[in-house]
């Protein structure tokens, strides 16, 4: 049976409501003074901005190629968005500030859910 770019993208945006409602989940009835509710916060809102991805790429592409090609755009972005700061840490900073961390991690995501997408384009399309 194949499966088109639609499909896996709402197999993938089922799988990140899913994980969203988990952290939500894991949120209600935090002590606010707890600092891992900061950390919850942020990989959130990271699900979330993610989710909103899936969902802009689900509106914008019909097929494989494009969701690859607009994956691949978005790697190109980050780690544009990295080497900067990471050139401007390297001349000021000891440790790695959040934005260092936050343009490592949507690289991160970006170049798995590129890899999802031709792992299922494999093997259902």
């Known amino acids: 049976m194949s499966h088109t770019i639609k499909d896996f993208l709402k197999y ?7 994980n969203i ?3 939500k989940h894991g949120l209600k009835g935090e002590d606010p003074n707890n ?3 900061a950390g919850s916060h942020t990989i959130l809102e990271l699900q979330e901005a993610h989710l909103k991805f899936i969902e802009e790429l689900s509106s914008r592409v019909s097929s494989y190629d494009e969701a690859i090609h607009l994956c691949r ?3 190109i972005q980050n780690e544009f968005a990295h080497q900067q700061v990471a050139l401007v840490e390297s001349h000021q900073a000891t440790t790695h500030s959040s934005e260092w961390w936050y ?3 949507q690289i991160q995501f970006y170049t798995d859910f590129l890899n999802r997408i ?4 494999k093997a259902y399309a």
Do not use: A, G
């Open 12 to 18: 993938e945006q089922n799988e990140m409501h899913i």
């Open 73 to 75: 755009e978005q790697i």
């Open 103 to 105: 343009t490592l991690q």
């Open 21 to 23: 409602d988990r952290i």
């Open 35 to 37: 600092p891992r509710l």
């Open 118 to 121: 031709k792992t299922w384009q």
